[in-house]
Nanobody, 123 residues
């Protein structure tokens, strides 16, 4: 069974940057679409970004376009989310997910999820 482990969260200043990582166990990482979601206190989990198996296709939620970049390293089973120009509203627990279907990744119905990493943006 695949395991997804997020890391890289922490405290960042407004306008600052953070890069999140997601390590995925298993030998078939390259076969799956991957995504990032986030959930702030009192809010529903929301889609942030997704990337196709090869990395050729990426999707972003409107509020993070131009500020966040999703990428993957298939040789090392790693998924990344580089976040810049951070805003207080980016504060949330960030989760990575994995599925064979891009639709499932984006809709949040993917089967495999990590446990999340906390990002706090403050002055």
């Amino acid at each position: 069974q695949a395991q997804l482990v997020e890391s890289g969260g922490g405290l960042a200043q407004i306008g600052g940057s953070l890069t999140l990582s997601c390590t995925i166990s298993g030998r078939t990482f390259h076969a799956y679409n991957m995504g990032w979601f986030r959930q702030a206190p009192g809010k529903e989990r929301e889609f942030v970004a997704a990337i196709s198996q090869s990395g050729e296709r990426t999707l972003y939620e409107d509020s993070v376009k131009g500020r966040f970049t999703i990428s993957r390293d298939n040789a090392n089973n790693m998924l990344y989310l580089h976040m810049q120009s951070l805003k207080p509203e980016d504060s949330a627990v960030y989760y990575c997910n994995r599925d064979g279907s891009m639709d499932s990744v984006v809709s949040g119905t993917a089967y495999f999820w990590g446990r999340g990493t906390q990002v706090t943006v403050s002055s």
